[in-house]
C-alpha cells in the first residue's frame, strides 16, 4: 500500500524557517517525481514545487522561488520542503504527491503551517 | 505562467442529474490536463489526466474531455457522494498551475 506521510509543520513567525517532510512507502520512490502543493484555509489548490526521480532537477512556483528548497533522499524514501522567509499569506496545508504512479498519483494528508506572530 | 480559469464557481445539481464543469487555460497545452476532486477535509483524488485518461479506479460516470485551451469534465449522473469541489490543472509548463475551483453542490 502507498502511503505519504507529511510531519514538520506548526507555528512559526513572520520572517521564519520551517522544515517539512514527506515519508514515502509502498512504491519504489527513487523512481518517481515529487510535488509539493498547498491549500490556504478555504481557498484552492497552489502547487509549489517538484522535484525529479534523482534530485537532479526541480522547479519552483514564482511565489516560493529563492525561498524554498525542494530536496529528497532516495535511501530514506523521503523529500523535504525547507521554507524560509515565511509571510502570513503562506499560512496553508502543504501536501507531498507523487506523479502518476500505476494510472493515478497517491496525496499525503497534509501538514499545517500556520505563519503568525 | 499558464492561467487556468473554471467555469461556473458554483453548480447546483440534483442526484441522478448530469453535470459539466468547464476548465480554459491561458495558451494551448495540448492534452496536459487533469481534474481532482476534493472533499471537505481531505486531500484531492485524482480523477482523469491527459485530459481523457480516468485515474485508476475512478468509476465510469467521470469523463473528460478537450485539447488545446478548452476542456469539459463531465459527471453522468451525480451520486450523492460527488457533490464536492473540483479542480483542474495544467502540467504542461513549469509551474504546473490549478484552476480556482467549481463546487458543485445539492440542488
Known amino acids: 500500500e502507498v502511503q505519504l506521510v507529511e510531519s514538520g509543520g506548526g507555528l512559526v513567525q513572520p520572517g521564519g524557517s520551517l522544515r517539512l517532510s514527506c515519508a514515502a512507502s509502498?512504491?519504489?520512490?527513487?523512481?518517481?517525481?515529487m510535488h509539493w502543493v498547498r491549500q490556504a484555509p478555504g481557498k484552492g489548490l497552489v502547487w509549489v514545487s517538484h522535484?525529479?526521480?534523482?534530485?537532479?532537477?526541480?522547479t519552483y512556483a514564482d511565489s516560493v522561488k529563492g525561498r524554498f528548497t525542494i530536496s529528497r533522499d532516495n535511501a530514506k524514501n523521503t523529500v523535504y520542503l525547507q521554507m524560509s522567509s515565511l509571510r502570513a499569506e503562506e499560512t496553508a496545508v502543504y501536501f507531498c504527491?507523487?506523479?502518476?504512479?500505476?494510472?493515478?498519483?497517491?496525496w499525503g494528508q497534509g501538514t499545517l503551517v500556520t505563519v503568525s506572530s | 505562467e499558464i492561467v487556468m480559469t473554471q467555469s461556473p464557481a458554483t453548480l447546483s445539481v440534483s442526484p441522478g442529474e448530469r453535470a459539466t464543469l468547464s476548465c480554459r487555460a491561458s495558451?494551448?497545452?495540448?492534452?496536459?490536463s487533469a481534474w481532482y476532486q476534493q472533499k471537505p477535509g481531505q486531500a484531492p483524488r485524482l480523477l482523469i489526466y491527459?485530459?481523457?485518461t480516468r485515474a485508476t479506479g475512478i468509476p465510469a460516470r467521470f469523463s473528460g474531455s478537450g485539447s488545446g485551451t478548452e476542456f469539459t469534465l463531465t459527471i453522468s449522473s451525480l451520486q450523492s457522494e460527488d457533490f464536492a469541489v473540483y479542480y483542474c490543472?495544467?502540467?504542461?509548463?513549469?509551474?504546473?498551475?490549478f484552476g480556482p475551483g467549481t463546487k458543485v453542490d445539492i440542488k
Open positions: 509502498g512504491f519504489t520512490f527513487s523512481n518517481y517525481r
Open positions: 491527459g485530459a481523457s
Open positions: 522535484i525529479n526521480s534523482d534530485g537532479s532537477s526541480t
Open positions: 495558451q494551448t497545452i495540448s492534452s496536459n
Open positions: 490543472q495544467q502540467y504542461h509548463n513549469w509551474p504546473f498551475t
Open positions: 504527491l507523487t506523479d502518476l504512479v500505476g494510472g493515478r498519483n497517491y
